[in-house]
């Protein structure tokens, strides 16, 4: 499985096999930012609080879904781009169309959440969730000087006590209005693996 450059690699691995111990046990090993995955606060901040910290009804959202497909490679998804939100949504998930790169070397350069788009969802207290590899610019050798350095998007929301998640797929599926439930594995972490499941009429 793709990883975000320099995580863990994954890797699963048999342990015990039926031929020599009569059952199937896989060894596995990845990242805590394996996949699709949550970021909590102790991801990027000091003080911010673990997975373990919420309670396991804050992983059911409320979601609004944002078309912005169509951007360039490394654009910066600026506040022109956020909806009016109505219903009041917990949740903005940003359909940027670069799920459709996984696997491949585009996949590290997709359009980021400028840093003053994500303080204004932060500010209105909305979680966010993207289909790229990061809210943030991904490091990559075509990066411009103009990009943000380090994690400005990741310090506002995370910063904000906001979770963020991260490699979504099929939003294309997906009305503008739905729930979204994505439960991590029960880990006291900076983040984990999740599995989504979009619910709509």
Do not use: K, Q
């Not at 342990?15 to 606060?41: E, I, K, M, Q």
């Amino acid at each position: 499985m793709p990883t975000y450059p320099g995580d863990p690699e994954v890797r699963v691995a048999p342990h015990a096999a039926f031929d020599d111990d009569g059952y199937r046990v896989s060894a596995l090993a990845f990242g805590s930012h394996t996949g699709t995955h949550v970021d909590a606060p102790s991801h990027t901040e000091p003080e911010g609080r673990t997975l373990g910290e919420f309670p396991v009804e804050a992983f059911r959202f409320e979601a609004r879904r944002v078309d912005v497909r169509g951007l360039d490679p490394r654009a910066a998804i600026g506040p022109e781009a956020l909806p009016a939100v109505p219903n009041d949504p917990d949740l903005l998930v940003f359909d940027t169309g670069w799920a459709d790169r996984w696997g491949t070397d585009a996949m590290v350069d997709h359009p980021y959440l400028a840093a003053s788009t994500a303080a204004w969802c932060a500010e209105r207290g909305l979680h966010v969730a993207t289909d790229a590899l990061s809210v943030d610019p991904t490091p990559s050798e075509r990066a411009s000087d103009a990009e943000p350095t380090g994690v400005p998007a990741h310090h506002a929301l995370l910063g904000s006590n906001r979770l963020i998640l991260e490699n979504l797929c099929r939003l294309d599926d997906l009305p503008d209005r739905f729930t979204l439930r994505a439960y991590p594995l029960a880990v006291d972490a900076d983040g984990a693996p999740v599995r989504a499941v979009a619910e709509f009429e």
